[in-house]
Every structure is written in C-alpha cells, then in structure tokens.
C-alpha cells in the first residue's frame, strides 16, 4: 500500500448525524490535507496539518466541520449534524513537505458522503 | 495565490499532442505553477510543476513563457486513458493549499 488510502469509500448518511471520514496518508509523509468536491465543482480547501504545528483550519466552512490527525499519521475529519449541502467527495492528499512551494501532493481515492 | 484561466474544454485525436493552455498574468516571481489532472471518480494525480524553466517529465512537458505570464501543458502522444479534468494551479512558496480552478476538460477521441 505505498499511496494515500481514504475509508470509507461510501457513506450515505441522515440529515442530522455525525460522520468521521478516515484518511491514512503514505508512509513518512508530515503533511496532510482535506480537500472537498461536489458535484460538478472543483476541489475546495479545507484544512492543512503539518508535522506538529497548529493545522491551517481556514477553509473549515463551518464549525460543525471538525479534523485530528493523531500521531502525526492517521487523520479523520468528523462532520457533525450533517446537511445536505455537506454531500460531496471528501478527498484527502500527503507530501513529503518541501519549503519553498515544490512539494507534491498525492491524493487518495476520496470518500463520497451523501446526506439524504 | 494567483488565478489561472483555462478553456472549459478540448479535444484531441488519439496519437496527437495534446497542448493545453493555462494563463496566470498576476503571477508572482515566487510562485510556481502546477498541474494536476482529474480522471472521472478518481482522486486528483500529479503531473508536473515549474518555476521558470521548461520541464518535462515521463508524462507530459511544461512550457512557461519568459514573462510567466501563460503556459502550455503538453501531452505528447494523447491517449484514450488522458481523458479528464485538467487543473493548472500557481501557488506561492509559503502557501501548502492548492487552490484548483474549473480546469479544462480534455476529451481524447479514437
């Protein structure tokens, strides 16, 4: 397994749960990113950890919309009471952290969260 | 981060190059480009970044104008597998986010 793995890679849920989406970055990567994309829409930032500084939480669209990453491997973004609007791709990458803009983010397969 | 435009979509013969261009005109002189492609249901993949110099790698080739104003991606011999979203992205030294566009769907036909 030498790429990003996401699980699970469905998940169809009621409005108004919580759901945790699992990602498990390559091997030895410090940083590690969630991204989301609904329908027809490009990818849109959400939050960014690296190694042990404070994660970037700026694209985060609300507070219901939470992330951990324990360890410095394993993260999980958790989505409380649940909207439908929230019903996207959620897509999580790594990198091998390189200063200075050249690092490359390698994606996993992305988990497809519906809210009915 | 600056913004890049790309043509919604294109087409290409099977065997042809594929040439894909991106414009970036507020780009900064520490900012790089990158572009990634997204084939249906599958998690965006690298394919090649620059700064200033031409690159080229085992799938595609970078063209970045003198005034880094614009560049083309280059497919050099497209296949039916090449079809897909392609996203041109600059991003500057200190950001880690990539930022993605609309991209350009590139449709590659027998």
């Known amino acids: 397994g030498a790429g990003v793995s996401q699980s699970p890679s469905n998940k169809v849920t009621e409005k108004g749960k919580d759901v945790e989406l699992r990602c498990d970055p390559i091997?030895?990567?410090?940083?590690l990113y969630w991204y989301r994309q609904s329908l027809g829409q490009g990818l849109e930032f959400l939050i960014y950890?690296?190694?042990?500084?404070?994660?970037?939480k700026s694209g985060l669209p609300s507070d219901r919309f939470s992330a951990e990453r324990t360890g410095g491997s394993v993260s999980t973004l958790t989505i409380q009471r649940t909207q439908q609007e929230d019903s996207a791709v959620y897509l999580c990458?790594?990198?091998?952290?390189?200063?200075?803009?050249?690092?490359?983010?390698?994606f996993g397969p992305g988990t497809r969260l519906t809210v009915l | 981060d600056a913004k890049t435009t790309q043509p919604p979509s294109m087409d290409c013969a099977e065997g042809r190059a594929a040439n894909l261009p991106c414009n970036h005109s507020?780009?900064?002189?520490?900012?790089?480009v990158y572009w990634y492609r997204q084939i249906h249901s599958q998690g965006p993949q690298y394919i090649i970044h620059?700064?200033?110099n031409n690159e080229t790698n085992e799938m595609a080739s970078l063209i970045i104008t003198e005034d880094r104003k614009s560049s083309t991606l280059i497919l050099p011999h497209a296949t039916l597998r090449d079809t897909a979203v392609y996203y041109c992205?600059?991003?500057?030294?200190?950001?880690?986010?990539?930022?993605f566009g609309t991209g350009t769907r590139l449709q590659v036909f027998p």
């Open positions: 507020t780009i900064s002189g520490n900012e790089y």
């Open positions: 091997s030895g990567h410090t940083a």
């Open positions: 950890f690296q190694g042990n500084s404070a994660p970037d």
């Open positions: 990458a790594s990198s091998d952290f390189t200063s200075g803009g050249k690092d490359t983010q390698y």
């Open positions: 992205i600059v991003r500057s030294y200190n950001t880690d986010k990539l930022i």
């Open positions: 620059g700064l200033k």
